[in-house]
Nanobody
C-alpha cells in the first residue's frame, strides 16, 4: 500500500536549519509529483513546496528563497531543506502525493513537528 513517512523534524533556534525527509513506497514514484505542506495550530494547512516528476518546483509565498525541495527517484525520497527558520515556521509538516498517473487519490504522511524558538 501507499506509504509516506516523514522524518527530520525537531526543535531549532530562529535562523537555524533543518532538513526534512519523506520516504515513499507503494507506487511508481518517478512519475509522481510530490509536495510538502504545513499546518500550524489553529490555522489551515498550507502549501510549502511542490516538485514535479521532471523536477520543476513551486513554493509558497511565505517561504520563497529560504526552503528548497528536492527528490531522489532512485531512493524514492523527497527532501525539504529549510534555512533561515523563523518562529512562524513552527508547524507540523506533511509529505503529500497528489493524484497522478500512479495514484488515484491524494495521500498524506503522518507529519513531523518543526518548532522554531525565538
Amino acid at each position: 500500500q501507499v506509504q509516506l513517512v516523514e522524518s527530520g523534524g525537531g526543535l531549532v533556534q530562529a535562523g537555524g536549519s533543518l532538513r526534512l525527509s519523506c520516504a515513499a513506497s507503494g507506487f511508481v514514484f518517478r512519475v509522481a509529483s510530490m509536495g510538502w505542506y504545513r499546518q500550524a495550530p489553529g490555522k489551515q494547512r498550507e502549501l510549502v513546496a511542490t516538485i514535479s516528476s521532471g523536477g520543476s518546483t513551486n513554493y509558497g509565498d511565505s517561504i520563497k528563497g529560504r526552503f528548497t525541495i528536492s527528490r531522489d527517484n532512485a531512493k524514492k525520497m523527497v527532501y525539504l531543506q529549510m534555512n533561515s527558520l523563523k518562529p512562524e515556521d513552527t508547524a507540523v509538516y506533511y509529505c503529500n502525493a497528489p493524484p497522478n498517473l500512479a495514484l488515484s487519490r491524494n495521500y498524506w504522511g503522518q507529519g513531523t513537528q518543526v518548532t522554531v524558538s525565538s
